[in-house]
């Protein structure tokens, strides 16, 4: 039986996906918590911030229940390329991004002995301003301290420590999202970048989704698996008209879900009661809100697990 498409997304969602200015600049209460070491080697051109708790993350039930045997490829990579068991020694990631390159950060436990066993692994060593790097153009690490290390290409990771020292944190426009997102959330975002695009195949629904993504100039996301799932996603547009028919598409499409899903299929129709969206002048907003007994029916449904 066809399964339809919006539950799929919605969990998908919750498995992968997705404040720095109260660490850096003040009162540390407001805002999605990120780590004072990761905050201040944020670049002061990053218009784009994606972050995941790790150490909250590995504590709530759908992590526990359906993420752990499947595992999230990029903090799998992370823990590869760093030497460590992202589930015991990884507390967090921050990926940043000025709109040209991007380069993850880690906050975690790594071994002080790590250099032979990443040399043996065949990740060649270099040097650059007393930093050292392991790992080849395309893709490399550099440890900043016994507890924050770096991924990315090279060029990216050189200048990260080029501008090392110089950063005071986000930049404005990006602190002012991250304060909107609730302090504990295990997967977040903010952007500030302005329009942007997906490289996705050509057509009709490539041209709507890129129509689409284009109206949004600015946003956040987060999501909160601590007791089921509930989130929110932000849209700044650049005018009323493009946030009403973001609005508008999103209704629509949360419309379809409803229609498109067999009515022997109560627990997914229940989903939908569960998200709502609003527009208020250029900000449009889509609330999830699930509770732990429904998404655990749902996650089993969409992913097969046995109970």
């Keep these: 039986m066809r399964r339809p498409l919006l539950p799929i997304l919605l969990a998908a969602l919750a498995v992968i996906s997705c404040a720095v200015t109260s660490c850096v ?47 999230i490829p990029q903090i799998e990579q992370f823990g590869q390329q760093t030497g460590i068991d992202p589930e015991k020694d990884l507390w967090q990631l921050v990926y940043i991004s000025n709109g040209r390159q991007g380069v993850l950060l880690g906050r975690g436990k790594f071994a002080n002995d790590l250099e032979p066993e990443l040399e043996r692994a065949g990740m060649k060593r270099s040097g650059y301003k007393g930093f050292t790097f392991f790992g080849d153009e395309k893709s490399a690490v550099v440890f900043i301290n016994s507890s924050s290390a770096a991924s990315g290409d090279m060029a990216a990771l050189h200048s990260l420590i080029d501008q090392r020292g110089k950063s005071h944190g986000p930049p404005p426009a990006l602190a002012a999202l991250l304060k909107e997102i609730p302090r504990q959330s295990q997967f977040w975002a903010a952007y500030t970048g302005g329009p942007f695009y997906l490289a996705i195949p050509d057509g009709n629904f490539a041209a709507n989704a890129q129509k689409f993504l284009g109206s949004i ?80 029916k749902s996650l089993g449904l969409v992913l097969g697990k046995k109970r």
């Design 25 to 71: 600049r003040g009162d540390q209460a407001a805002g999605v918590f990120v780590d004072p070491a990761l905050a201040t080697l944020v670049p002061d051109d990053t218009v784009l911030m994606v972050g995941a708790r790790i150490d909250l993350l590995v504590k709530t039930p759908v992590y526990r229940k359906y993420i752990a045997d499947r595992k």
């Design 217 to 296: 100039e600015s946003g956040s996301f987060y999501i909160d698996l601590s007791k089921g799932v509930s989130g929110l996603a932000m849209g700044n547009c650049s005018s009323d008209q493009s946030a009403q028919q973001v609005h508008d598409a999103l209704q629509a499409f949360v419309g379809l879900g409803r229609l498109t899903t067999p009515s022997n299929q109560p627990d997914v129709l229940r989903i939908y009661d569960g998200i709502r969206v609003t527009q208020e002048s250029k900000r449009v907003k889509l609330y999830v809100d699930e509770p732990e007994e429904l998404v655990d």
